[in-house]
């Protein structure tokens, strides 16, 4: 499978933009903290709802309440629920009731695989990113090899500082979990706003042409 996310959208008119590209999520951030907040954006709900209408959408939270998520859904009608902090397997199952569900972990040379096996039946799939001082992404890659000591059967999006330039070393790496890549700094002018053409580019080179 080469499934792409492409989260981090910020900007109504590049949300129509994706709306023709071969994107598979399309996620908008709602932690306060992140540069790429995208709840109080003039506009954002109404083109985000018609993106919902078409393609698989994604909410990215960091420690939030359940309460906060189902209230969020409500304004931005997200089929998925992407969490990034320190989420309990108990609530990922509750939320699993409503939402495809989706949790983020940090990776390193010290990680170990041992925090996800208590995920493995309460969510859809993981998204292994780098490990940074913060929460959400640093645009930064690691080293994919750490991944070959995943031995689970939820599969993994591959995120961390994947961009144009990485597309050879994507397709060149393997592993029988891995589900497609988690795209957004690296398509980037600014924190939110996607160089829409090198979206595409990437999507066309990654999934192939029609």
Known sequence: ??????????????????????????????????????????????AFSQVAQEKNTLGVFVNASSDKIYAMSER???????????ETPEQCRSLRRSFTVVKAFGVDAFFSFSEVAAYEDVVDFF???????????????FD????????????????????PHTLSAIRDFSHPALMGVDINSRFERAPGDKNMEQVEF???????YD
């Open 1 to 46: 499978m080469r499934c792409i996310k492409l989260c981090g959208m910020m900007i109504p008119a590049q949300l129509h933009a994706v709306r023709s590209l071969k994107v598979d999520y399309v996620g908008a951030i709602f932690y306060e903290k992140s540069p790429r907040y995208a709840a109080d954006i003039p506009g954002f709900s109404a």
């Open 76 to 86: 931005f009608p997200f089929s998925t629920v992407q969490l990034h902090g320190t």
């Open 127 to 141: 998204v292994f990113d780098t490990k940074c001082s913060g929460h959400g992404g640093s645009g930064r890659s």
């Open 144 to 163: 994919w090899d750490i991944l070959h000591a995943y031995g689970g059967d939820t599969p993994f999006l591959l995120s961390g500082g994947i961009g």
């Open 202 to 208: 990437f999507c066309k080179e990654y999934k192939g």
